[in-house]
């Protein structure tokens, strides 16, 4: 297996991307990888890792990227949307596809909002055949409420008080300052980006029928998990699983370096082809 470590360009910025390239002549369908958001990346990075390693001993090429204003890309992290995520990832499909001398059909995996972008990103491109979405963000407000309480916990372990509640905070949010979210800065048009990305949204872009795998990782086995029950009715082809294994795209004790359950579960599904 080879690693190169590269950039490329995007609307004349450079973005940051890895090439695992597996080793001899004989190669699989290949996989770029969308990650999670702000301090979950940080957290799933090994795991991410782990799986893009995986694969390329099994014949796939992968390739990670970086999104703009994050990890070794350029930029700000206030200069990122969910526009321009969804553009990062659409540009990484061409360079990918550029680099390994291939046109033919990627594979997009992606973790939490990345697992949505992934969404976004394939509406409407032949060139993806496949989606993987490993817990796939549904309720955008939702989870934008948690970014918040994300700031609202830091005010009260800096402070020992809530200086600032969460209405505050968007209304500043409005008026085109940032908000803190664990050391990154979230602009207006982030949050407004996540607040309106719900299930319509995402049936909506994954209208053209394709082989999606979604799984929902459980810390607990059995647990029901009616958001992602209806995004599989809305998206053609897909398949929902659950795996259980610890929320590795939080801070948690556990190191972790691997999430074998979930391996395990997307490896079967790749090659038993119940696509």
């Not at 001899?24 to 390693?53: D, I, T």
């Not at 872009?205 to 929902?216: C, D, E, K, Q, W």
């Amino acid at each position: 297996m080879k690693e190169t470590p590269f950039f490329f360009l995007n609307r004349g910025r450079r973005l940051f991307g890895v090439l695992h390239e597996p080793g001899g002549k004989s190669r699989r369908e290949g996989f770029v990888f969308c990650s999670a958001f702000a301090e979950e990346k940080l957290w799933s990075h090994r795991v991410m890792v782990g799986f893009a390693r995986l694969l390329a001993q099994r014949g796939h090429p992968v390739m990670r990227f970086d999104y703009l204003g994050s990890g070794d890309s350029e930029g700000d992290f206030e200069d990122a949307t969910l526009e321009t995520m969804v553009s990062d990832t659409r540009c990484a499909l061409a360079t990918f596809q550029e680099r390994i001398g291939n046109p033919g059909p990627v594979n997009l995996l992606g973790l939490r909002l990345g697992a949505s972008i992934a969404v976004f990103a394939a509406s409407g491109s032949e060139a993806v055949k496949a989606l993987v979405l490993w817990e796939p963000l549904v309720d955008g407000a939702g989870y934008a409420k948690s970014l918040l309480r994300i700031n609202l916990a830091t005010q009260a372990a800096v402070y020992g008080n809530i200086l600032e509640n969460s209405d505050r905070i968007v209304s500043r949010l409005n008026t085109g300052e940032t908000a803190n979210i664990d050391g990154y800065e979230m602009t207006s048009a982030m949050y407004r980006g996540i607040s309106g990305m719900g299930l319509g949204a995402l049936s909506a872009f994954g209208f053209s029928a394709r082989p999606s795998l979604i799984v929902a990782i459980n810390r607990k086995k059995g647990a029901r998990r009616p958001d992602l029950e209806k995004l599989q009715r809305c998206l053609r082809g897909a398949h929902l699983h659950e795996v259980q294994e610890e929320p590795f795209w939080k801070e948690i004790k556990l190191a972790y370096r691997g999430a074998p359950n979930l391996f395990d579960l997307t490896l079967r599904w790749l090659e038993h082809d119940e696509r």
